[in-house]
């Protein structure tokens, strides 16, 4: 069945470094990687998504990278501040329409 | 635009009783799905409708968990009878037909004890 394991569960990062997490799934018929943001206590949201026909993505401090080859995608945040604290959940998405979602990766960025 | 909205944000139960919970999408948005997130692990799916039909709903743990989307408009999650391992955090998300894109609820946090 679709499987998406995502790495690190848990980062800590200074305020001003970078950040990337990463992730791997097995449905080689995905066409569709987006990663979602959710805050303490409120509801993911979409920050960026990339799809198949495409290898990299930016949204100013945002970035994704995709290798179908190798069947992972990446989620890059530069100049990492205190508001991008929190849970970064990766998924995948092909023609069944659902999502498969990774474990989710808390991110801490400390002043 | 308002967002998916979902009711109630919590509820607390006691194991065998029954919990109805309530999406309403954004207007325009066929695709409607729910998912789950127990104990901080993966969210997971449940199930799909597309318009009032069930697309899929390979993900829907057992029979105690009744969805109907009825109109095609707003969406219901039952629970009857409620187990200690419902416990949980349920989403719901819709979409248009034309992408893979889906928008999040706040979720409806359900604690069985």
């Known amino acids: 069945g679709e499987n998406v394991e995502q790495h690190p569960s848990t980062l800590s990062v200074q305020e001003g470094d970078s950040a990337v997490i990463k992730c791997t799934y097995s449905d080689s018929a995905s066409n569709y990687f987006p990663w979602y943001k959710q805050e303490l206590g409120k509801r993911p949201q979409l920050i960026i998504d990339?799809?198949?026909?495409?290898g990299e993505k930016k949204d100013q401090r945002i970035a994704v990278t995709l290798n179908k080859t190798a069947k992972h995608f990446s989620l890059h945040i530069t100049e990492t501040q205190p508001e991008d604290s929190a849970v970064y959940f990766c998924a995948q998405g092909g023609s069944a329409r659902q999502l498969t979602f990774g474990s989710g990766t808390q991110l801490t960025v400390l002043p | 635009e308002a967002g998916v909205t979902q009711f109630p944000s919590h509820s607390v139960i006691e194991k065998g009783q029954t919990v109805t919970l309530r999406c309403d999408p954004i207007?325009?948005?066929?695709?409607l799905y729910w998912y789950r997130r127990v104990m901080g692990k993966e969210i997971k799916f449940l199930l799909h409708?597309?318009?009032?039909?069930?697309?899929?709903e390979s993900g829907m743990p057992n029979n105690r968990f009744l969805a109907e989307r009825t109109g095609g408009t707003y969406s219901t999650l039952k629970v009857q009878p409620a187990e200690l391992e419902d416990s949980g955090v349920y989403f719901c998300a819709t979409g248009l037909a034309v992408n893979n894109e889906q928008f999040f609820g706040p979720g409806t946090r359900l604690t069985v004890l």
């Open positions: 409708f597309v318009k009032e039909s069930k697309q899929d």
């Open positions: 990339i799809r198949s026909n495409v």
């Open positions: 207007s325009g948005h066929d695709n």
